[in-house]
């Protein structure tokens, strides 16, 4: 898992177009992109996405969140449709994760969904409090996917009047960002970095996509098919990297035992053999 398209729920056209690119993962959204009038139509309109032929892709439906009072009513629309997932919004830790396996438990049952099937990942650093939060998501259960962590909704909280300088996020913002690398990190599920807002500085989205491979982050969340190829490129292994990482393991394999060799001169221990197994792992190996 590499990219993550948001897709608006109530538009086919877009939704058709999403299924024929190179993303991982599509996000059908019923919260954002979706006028607040439009909402309840729009659930039908996912529920129908979610029967179509999703061309071999993971799909996760994106519902309101639970301050809406729409959260019940968003699932049972579209559970039937057998998402492979859902993403909640303005999640404030691991609290809320519980909560909502509590409610997909009931919804898989009534479906004849294997118990535990549908995963879930929040937005997890909307608010102040939940940046606060993040490290309850090591115990938020099994279902847990992923943690995304974004800049747009926690500027509007904090009272921030900008979240970005010319060099990339604020502080407080890049405080979020680390912070919600460290929590997922430590739950064991992929990082998965913000939008990127400006849709044709292309430029910018490779930099900043740079920057969260460099920094562990596993994947990008997206908002324009624009950016999909590019963030693909960058989160998959080079040459290097793998063959690295099969020299690595290799090595490891042939000492088994002794827990540390030496290749090139630099010892490698167990840190080295994770970080191996996680390059030969995105590579689909």
């Given at each position: 898992?590499?990219?993550?398209?948001?897709?608006?729920?109530?538009?086919?056209?877009?939704?058709?177009?999403a299924r024929l690119t190179n993303a991982d993962?599509?996000?059908?959204?019923?919260?954002?992109?979706?006028?607040?009038?439009?909402?309840?139509?729009?659930?039908?309109?996912?529920?129908?996405?979610?029967?179509?032929?999703?061309?071999?892709?993971?799909?996760?439906?994106?519902?309101?969140?639970?301050?809406?009072?729409?959260?019940?009513?968003?699932?049972?629309?579209?559970?039937?449709?057998?998402?492979?997932?859902?993403?909640?919004?303005?999640?404030?830790?691991?609290?809320?994760?519980?909560?909502?396996?509590?409610?997909?438990?009931?919804?898989?049952?009534?479906?004849?969904?294997?118990?535990?099937?549908?995963?879930?990942?929040?937005?997890?650093?909307?608010?102040?409090?939940?940046?606060?939060?993040?490290?309850?998501?090591?115990?938020?259960?099994?279902?847990?996917?992923?943690?995304?962590?974004?800049?747009?909704?926690?500027?509007?909280?904090?009272?921030?009047?900008?979240?970005?300088?010319?060099?990339?996020?604020?502080?407080?913002?890049?405080?979020?960002?680390?912070?919600?690398?460290?929590?997922?990190?430590?739950?064991?599920?992929?990082?998965?970095?913000?939008?990127?807002?400006?849709?044709?500085?292309?430029?910018?989205?490779?930099?900043?996509?740079r920057q969260a491979r460099r920094d562990g982050?596993?994947?990008?969340?997206?908002?324009?098919?624009?950016?999909?190829?590019?963030?693909?490129?960058?989160?998959?292994?080079?040459?290097?990297?793998?063959?690295?990482?099969?020299?690595?393991?290799?090595?490891?394999?042939?000492?088994?035992?002794?827990?540390?060799?030496?290749?090139?001169?630099?010892?490698?221990?167990?840190?080295?053999?994770?970080?191996?197994?996680?390059?030969?792992?995105?590579?689909?190996?």
């Open positions: 898992m590499r990219s993550l398209l948001f897709v608006p729920g109530d538009s086919t056209r877009k939704f058709d177009k993962l599509l996000i059908l959204d019923l919260e954002d992109s979706v006028a607040e009038e439009q909402k309840i139509a729009a659930r039908s309109e996912v529920a129908m996405k979610l029967q179509a032929d999703r061309a071999g892709k993971l799909v996760y439906v994106r519902v309101n969140d639970f301050g809406t009072g729409l959260t019940a009513g968003d699932l049972a629309a579209v559970m039937p449709g057998r998402p492979d997932g859902i993403m909640l919004p303005k999640s404030t830790g691991g609290d809320d994760i519980r909560r909502l396996s509590h409610m997909l438990d009931a919804l898989e049952a009534v479906e004849g969904i294997a118990a535990g099937e549908t995963g879930i990942i929040p937005v997890a650093t909307e608010s102040a409090g939940a940046v606060l939060g993040l490290q309850s998501y090591i115990s938020a259960g099994p279902r847990l996917r992923g943690l995304l962590w974004g800049g747009e909704d926690l500027a509007a909280d904090l009272g921030a009047t900008e979240n970005r300088e010319d060099e990339g996020y604020t502080a407080p913002f890049l405080l979020a960002r680390n912070l919600c690398l460290m929590a997922a990190t430590a739950a064991g599920v992929p990082a998965i970095d913000a939008v990127y807002t400006n849709i044709r500085d292309l430029s910018g989205l490779a930099a900043e996509t982050f596993a994947a990008k969340a997206l908002i324009h098919p624009a950016h999909i190829d590019i963030v693909n490129a960058i989160f998959a292994p080079t040459e290097k990297e793998l063959a690295w990482a099969r020299q690595v393991l290799a090595a490891l394999e042939e000492h088994t035992g002794t827990g540390v060799v030496s290749i090139d001169g630099m010892m490698i221990d167990k840190p080295h053999e994770r970080a191996a197994r996680r390059i030969i792992a995105a590579a689909g190996g």
